[in-house]
T-cell receptor, first 117, second 112 residues
Framework: GAVVSQHPSWVICKSGTSVKIECRSL??????MFWYRQFPKQSLMLMAT?????????EQGVEKDKFLINHASLTLSTLTVTSAHPEDSSFYIC?????????????FGPGTRLTVL | AQSVTQLDSQVPVFEEAPVELRCNYS??????LFWYVQYPNQGLQLLLK??????LVESINGFEAEFNKSQTSFHLRKPSVHISDTAEYFC??????????FGKGTKLTVNP
């Protein structure tokens, strides 16, 4: 099956710094990528949807200026958490889907655990 | 809008026992339904999905789920579980917007 990687797998940063998380589709072109956030013992919450070459669409309640998403190529999307604070600590998971929309499976990355001190 | 309810947050079972993880959904449009499995500190892996056709779908490792439109359910079953099935299981629904809506998950623990 298709492979999606995330880097880094875990990161610890100080409050006020920015952190960038990369999501790559390794063996297919991802026209759409999704970013999720998962709190401990809770479900995944969709943060935003990004299509290659266009601005991301954020879900209600997600601060677009805090969570910057870039989908510059068909194999790479990045999530930047700006001025991170302890409440931003979470498990961030991306997924990628090839052209064909909902008829094609979303493939998930392994996740990035962010800890803000 | 869609929503998913997983009725059990934790399900402990003994090895080789049968298991059922329950999932109910709410939607005003036709949906696609999914079960994902998540092992500790890992991302999600697709276990099985219902898109159309036969209401009974199966995975390669012995799980099956049945889409019941009248009861708006998509329960996951396995007749005999293994220790290696211990994981978190998420039910998800997609209602035409290409967005997956997840349930809160069910932690399956298989004990020897």
């Amino acid at each position: 099956g298709a492979v999606v990687s995330q880097h880094p797998s875990w990161v610890i940063c100080k409050s006020g710094t920015s952190v960038k998380i990369e999501c790559r589709s390794l063996d297919f072109q991802a026209t759409t990528m999704f970013w999720y956030r998962q709190f401990p013992k809770q479900s995944l919450m969709l943060m935003a949807t990004s299509n290659e070459g266009s601005k991301a669409t954020y879900e209600q309640g997600v601060e677009k200026d805090k969570f910057l998403i870039n989908h510059a190529s068909l194999t790479l999307s990045t999530l930047t958490v700006t001025s991170a604070h302890p409440e931003d600590s979470s498990f961030y998971i991306c997924s990628a889907r090839s052209a064909g929309g909902r008829y094609n499976e979303q493939f998930f990355g392994p996740g990035t655990r962010l800890t803000v001190l | 809008a869609q929503s998913v309810t997983q009725l059990d947050s934790q399900v402990p079972v003994f090895e080789e026992a049968p298991v059922e993880l329950r999932c109910n959904y709410s939607s005003s449009v036709s949906v696609y339904l999914f079960w994902y499995v998540q092992y500790p500190n890992q991302g999600l892996q697709l276990l099985l999905k219902y898109l159309s056709g036969s209401t009974l779908v199966e995975s390669i490792n012995g799980f099956e789920a049945e889409f019941n439109k009248s009861q708006t359910s998509f329960h996951l079953r396995k007749p005999s579980v293994h220790i290696s099935d211990t994981a978190e299981y998420f039910c998800a629904v997609e209602g035409g917007s290409e967005k997956l809506v997840f349930g809160k998950g069910t932690k399956l623990t298989v004990n020897p």
